[in-house]
T-cell receptor, first 112, second 112 residues
Framework: QKEVEQNSGPLSVPEGAIASLNCTYS??????FFWYRQYSGKSPELIMF????GDKEDGRFTAQLNKASQYVSLLIRDSQPSDSATYLC????????????FGTGTRLTIIP | EPEVTQTPSHQVTQMGQEVILRCVPI?????FYWYRQILGQKVEFLVS????????KSEIFDDQFSVERPDGSNFTLKIRSTKLEDSAMYFC??????????FGQGTRLTVV
């Protein structure tokens, strides 16, 4: 059974600070890793994906992957109130295969 | 900006009835997916579809479920005989490039 684990939160971060979201996965053969944002009652929205060990930056977002530790994280710099949402980590067995296994999500609240 | 469109936004049906959920993927996308999210739970993969056939399906996608691309623009999910536990938000997604799947706004299915 492939599992993706996230701390459900809520995680509260002051506006302007760095929010750090973490995710672990059980299947060592997983190859690609995704972060989605989901506002309450809305659909998941892709933030970014990563498939190589190390960091990948896109604007205020940085994804970090460590395959040896089976760990992927998302950093949000200069957090804004509009970043308040549930962040979903998802994993796929190979890049280009969107058979995604999702975590339960971490609820993030940015405090003005 | 192009988007995945789903109809209806909310469907109420009686247990045992058939429902068809409709999706219009983004026009140049070739890969299509259905996911579902039971209230308060994880997003779960149902099925992927490419080149007019199912490429992968999950254990949830049993004989009660089917998908079709009837006319080159629509992508449908049919549930033949709905059960109470089929109540969920159903998301359609599509992609062109690997890793960049876009989700529709979802159809909330309520089985009574």
């Amino acid at each position: 059974q492939k599992e993706v684990e996230q701390n459900s939160g809520p995680l509260s971060v002051p506006e302007g600070a760095i929010a750090s979201l973490n995710c672990t996965y059980s299947d060592r053969g997983s190859q690609s890793f995704f972060w989605y944002r989901q506002y309450s009652g809305k659909s998941p929205e892709l933030i970014m994906f990563i498939y190589s060990n190390g960091d990948k930056e896109d604007g205020r977002f940085t994804a970090q992957l460590n395959k040896a530790s089976q760990y992927v994280s998302l950093l949000i710099r200069d957090s804004q109130p509009s970043d308040s949402a549930t962040y979903l980590c998802a994993v796929a067995m190979r890049f280009g295969n969107e058979k995604l296994t999702f975590g339960t999500g971490t609820r993030l609240t940015i405090i003005p | 900006e192009p988007e995945v469109t789903q109809t209806p936004s909310h469907q109420v049906t009686q247990m045992g009835q058939e429902v068809i959920l409709r999706c219009v993927p983004i026009s140049n996308h070739l890969y299509f997916y259905w996911y579902r999210q039971i209230l308060g739970q994880k997003v779960e993969f149902l099925v992927s579809f490419y080149n007019n056939e199912i490429s992968e399906k999950s254990e949830i996608f049993d004989d009660q479920f089917s998908v079709e691309r009837p006319d080159g623009s629509n992508f449908t999910l049919k549930i033949r005989s709905t059960k109470l536990e089929d109540s969920a938000m159903y998301f359609c997604a599509s992609r062109a490039d690997p890793g960049k799947a876009f989700f529709g706004q979802g159809t909330r299915l309520t089985v009574v």
